[in-house]
């Protein structure tokens, strides 16, 4: 975070709290993911956002799951979303459950029913529905709501030891039928549901309700600034009248304040959706290169600095709106342009033959590894007679504007020599198989010669034929064909799946290449950032394209 910036206004409420009476050391905030999924780059703007505070104010952030869904909650999500914030490198002071709470809730939501605060409804949750009114008329009373204190605590006791099917009541806090906020209504505190849950197993037969469990949970973790997404402002009211319920004026009141999601153009940041993509197998799982999920961005090639330089830059606001990706790619350009290791992969080959080099010679030259970072060094790449070029860097017919190879033209082989074309050689269709050139001997890069310091518009990159590494490269596209797939009003998000966002081809790539393990990350020279998938072998490397060198779509131009 930079210094300079000025505060956001969630900044600006800490500050303001500061100087209304807390200490630094009241402060301790927290990141509550439900484990219902993977993380996605939604949740990184969470992420960045408490664990950052944590940072700027030297306050813990507890990580909490907010497990209180047994239908849809998973031990393998709580292990993805740990590993997840530690890769983006943010530590949590505790890591808290939810569902250790479970005990002490429902002894508060005991004495809630001896305080006559809460009641046992045994209407179907369809009544209870149409008895909620609507925002403009108060609902209806249920004829539970006067029930006899003792009966609702046997009923509850009976909730709670499983003598009780699914559905047949409920727990509703008695709040107010007619408050202007629906939320307010007797909202409901716990249900029925005889499931196995991944941490209590069968130990619980009762679950409480969101709104019940966080800001309490808040209160037992005394965190003191809760900050969830925009849609929870109407739940406040709620969250303060729960609270007010337990709190003990010794110890610290946690707020909810509220800041919008963020949302990322061409995909979809909802866990749900992405679910749908995993189980509909439209992408290959959860940590697809495609997915906008943390896993699938690590996979893709994202640096955690690129995503956390991603989320910092966007902020936090108060209104939602929809980030373009190009700002994602451009944040990952920035940190692979510091850090990747430049190297020469030919992915769309046509064969060059430099006719007065000699057969049989192969020269070793010297190649930077990074013109971004002075300690990278300097690898040898081999240079023949026969080389792979990329074909669209050659044209028959070129104009006056196109610096690439052609005929009679000069250009350079990075870190080699200048060629020029000279002829081609065509099957009976027309087809390019070979484009046959000289070379200027003394032309060599680094040789500090006169010929060597010709000007020469366009510089190419090159593989040797013989010594080449015939890898496989998987380019990705954006996956959904429309900036905001879920936003229409008539069609479904899954209509608008991009059916072109996987290519796979063979490159042909320098040695060097041979020894990459899975999450090297490199500049494929004048194409783009690549990463090694977790798919490669010892004999058969697999390359992820993170993004192109430019902005998608962009013609590949001149160095
Ligand atoms: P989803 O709809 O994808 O399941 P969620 O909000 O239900 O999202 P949680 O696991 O409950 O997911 O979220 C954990 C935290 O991350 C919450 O505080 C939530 O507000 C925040 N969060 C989720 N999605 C976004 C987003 N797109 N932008 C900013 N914060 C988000
Ligand atoms: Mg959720």
Redesign the pocket.
């Known amino acids: 975070m930079s210094e300079e910036r000025s505060l956001n206004f969630i900044e600006h409420i800490i500050e303001e709290d500061l100087k209304q009476g807390y200490s630094k050391s009241d402060l301790c905030f927290r ?4 484990p ?2 993977y993380l ?1 780059i ?2 990184a ?2 992420i960045c956002l408490n664990f950052g505070l944590g940072l700027k104010y030297q306050a813990p952030v507890n990580l909490r799951f ?1 497990d209180t869904n047994p239908s849809k909650e998973e031990q393998e999500f709580v292990d993805a979303i740990k590993a997840d914030i530690s890769w983006l490198g943010f530590n949590w002071a505790n890591e808290c459950y939810a569902s250790d709470y479970f005990q002490q809730l429902y002894d508060w939501a005991v004495e809630m029913i001896t305080e006559g605060k809460a009641y046992v409804d045994s209407q179907s949750s369809e009544t209870i529905a149409n008895q909620k009114g609507t925002p403009n008329s108060p609902g209806v009373e249920s004829p539970f709501r006067n029930r006899p204190i003792a009966e609702s605590l046997a009923l509850f006791q009976k909730m709670k030891e499983g003598k009780v099917p699914e559905g047949q009541h409920v727990l509703r806090a008695k709040i107010d039928m007619a408050s202007p906020n629906m939320l307010m209504r007797d909202p409901v505190m716990y249900r029925v549901m005889h499931k196995h849950h991944h941490r209590t197993g069968t130990d619980w037969k009762i679950f409480p309700m969101y709104d019940w469990t966080h800001g309490e949970s808040d209160y037992l973790e005394q965190v003191s600034h809760s ?3 925009l849609e929870f402002l109407p739940h406040r009211e709620l969250y303060d009248w729960f609270l007010d319920q337990v709190y003990d004026p010794k110890k610290l009141r946690p707020k909810q304040r509220e800041f919008a ?3 990322l153009s061409h995909t979809v ?4 959706k992405l679910l749908k993509l995993v189980q509909d197998k439209v992408v290959k799982g959860w940590d697809d290169p495609r997915m906008p999920t943390i896993s699938g961005l690590r996979r893709r090639g994202y640096t955690p600095n690129s995503i956390r330089n991603f989320a910092d830059s966007i902020g936090v606001g108060k209104r939602e709106n929809l980030i373009d990706v190009s700002h994602l790619e451009f944040c990952a350009r920035e940190d692979l342009n510091q850090k990747a290791p430049r190297v020469m992969v030919v992915l769309d080959p046509v064969k060059l033959v430099i006719t007065n080099y000699p057969v049989g010679k192969t020269e070793w030259l010297e190649a930077e590894n990074n013109p971004e970072d002075e300690n990278a060094g300097y690898r040898k790449v081999p240079f023949s007679k026969e080389l792979y070029i990329e074909r669209d860097d050659f044209m028959e017919e070129a104009n006056r504007k196109f610096f690439r190879l052609s005929l009679g033209k000069e250009v350079r082989l990075k870190n080699a020599y200048i060629i020029q074309g000279e002829r081609l050689v065509k099957d009976e269709e027309g087809n390019i198989l070979e484009i046959h050139c000289t070379y200027d001997a003394d032309s060599k890069s680094g040789s500090g010669t006169e010929a060597s310091l010709r000007k020469v518009k366009g510089t190419l990159h090159w593989v040797s034929v013989k010594e080449a590494l015939s890898v496989e490269v998987r380019m990705y596209d954006r996956l959904f064909t429309e900036p905001s797939p879920d936003t229409h009003k008539e069609k479904d998000f899954m209509e608008f799946i991009n059916p072109n966002s996987l290519e796979v081809i063979t490159g042909y790539a320098e040695p060097s290449l041979e020894g990459a393990a899975p999450g090297d990350h490199f500049q494929f020279q004048r194409l783009g950032y690549f990463v090694v998938d977790s798919d490669s072998t010892a004999g058969h490397k697999v390359f992820n394209r993170t993004v192109p060198l430019r902005d998608s779509w962009a013609k590949i131009s001149e160095e």
């Open positions: 990141f509550p993911p439900e219902n999924g996605h939604g949740h703007s969470s907010d900050f969830c997404t999601r963020r949302n940041v909802s866990k749900r």
